[in-house]
């Protein structure tokens, strides 16, 4: 369990927009939460979007609006549309999932982590 790959980062101009995905294992996928979160280099890592296991999505204030998580059950796939791509975007971004059962936005900590990709948007 824990297996998540990420892909789809790269680099574009302000305004485009990137479609990241994060392959999962199939007992990984089945976690209560799954999240994509950022870090900035010299910032803290960031919650950007989480999903859980009944479909709700919640986002932080940043991307709402321009950011969509969404999973495809039979790929075991999770995916991070981003529209509307700012400079400010610019950061590593990690999939990630953990089973507690609370809601998926609060503070409890993700257990399962990707190795990350890297998306850079210039103005």
């Known amino acids: 369990q824990g297996h998540l790959v990420e892909s789809g980062g790269g680099s574009v101009q302000a305004g485009g927009s990137l479609r990241l995905s994060c392959a999962a294992s199939a007992d990984t996928y089945s976690s209560y939460c799954m999240a994509w979160f950022r870090q900035a280099p010299g910032k803290e890592r960031e919650r950007v979007a989480v999903?859980?296991?009944?479909?709700?999505?919640s986002y932080a204030d940043s991307v709402k609006g321009r950011f969509t998580i969404s999973k495809d059950k039979a790929k075991n796939t999770l995916y991070l549309q981003m529209n509307s791509l700012k400079p400010e975007d610019t950061a590593m971004y990690y999939c990630?999932?953990?089973?507690?059962?609370?809601?998926?936005?609060?503070?409890?900590?993700?257990?399962?982590w990707g190795q990350g990709t890297q998306v850079t948007v210039s103005s």
């Open positions: 999903i859980s296991g009944d479909g709700g999505t």
């Open positions: 990630a999932a953990r089973n507690t059962f609370a809601a998926c936005n609060t503070g409890v900590p993700y257990v399962y």
